[in-house]
Structure formats: C-alpha cells, structure tokens
C-alpha cells in the first residue's frame, strides 16, 4: 500500500516560518509529480506548489517568493518551506503525490493533512 506521512503543520506568528514534510513509501515505481494543497476554511481546495519529476516547480501566485518546495528522491520525500507567512496562508494543508506503482499503474493519493494557524 502506497502511504504519504505529513508532518510540520503548527501554530506560527505572522511572519514566522514552517516547514512541512512529505514523505510517500510502499509499492512506488516511480515519481511523476509530487505537491501542496491547502484548503482553508469555508474554501476549495488549492494548489500550493508542485514538483515534477524532472524537477520543475509550479507555485500559485499567493506564494510565490515565500513558499520553496523542495524533494528528496533517495527517500520519495517533498519539502515545503513556508517563510514570512500570513494569516491567509491558515489552512489544511495535503501533500499529493502521483506516481507509477511497481505494478505499472498510476495513482494518485493523498495525505492525511497538517494544520498551517498562522495568527497573533
């Protein structure tokens, strides 16, 4: 079974700094692409960032210049460093990864989500 671990939501001050981790194991082929989304309250759902697995980054504007994703391919892990963070940046934030299974099927999944409070 593929599983997504997330971890290094909390509660921050404005203009503080968070870094969230992601990291996907069991059954995996190969990367395809590896992300952020948050959902904020009373919100759809929202692209925060991506990774492909050349290496390309997409941010959404509302991040762009505060918000660096990062991966790790040794162990299938993203990383995304929040700085000078906002109130509008609370949120649940959901790691997704699609990928190849070692069968050859691709899947996309999600994590469990983090909660990012960023308030005074």
């Known amino acids: 079974q593929v599983q997504l671990v997330e971890s290094g939501g909390g509660l921050v001050q404005p203009g503080g700094s968070l870094r969230l981790s992601c990291a996907a194991s069991g059954g995996i082929r190969s990367i395809i692409s590896m992300g952020w989304y948050r959902q904020a309250p009373g919100k759809q759902r929202e692209l925060v960032a991506t990774?492909?697995?050349?290496?390309?980054?997409n941010y959404a504007d509302s991040v762009k210049g505060r918000f660096t994703l990062s991966r790790d391919n040794a162990k299938n892990t993203a990383y995304l460093q929040m700085n000078s963070l906002i109130p509008e940046d609370t949120a649940v934030y959901y790691c997704?990864?699609?990928?190849?299974?070692?069968?050859?099927?691709?899947?996309?999944?999600w994590g469990q989500g983090t909660q990012v409070t960023v308030s005074s």
């Open positions: 997704n990864v699609i990928l190849l299974r070692v069968e050859g099927l691709r899947y996309n999944t």
């Open positions: 990774v492909s697995s050349s290496g390309v980054t």
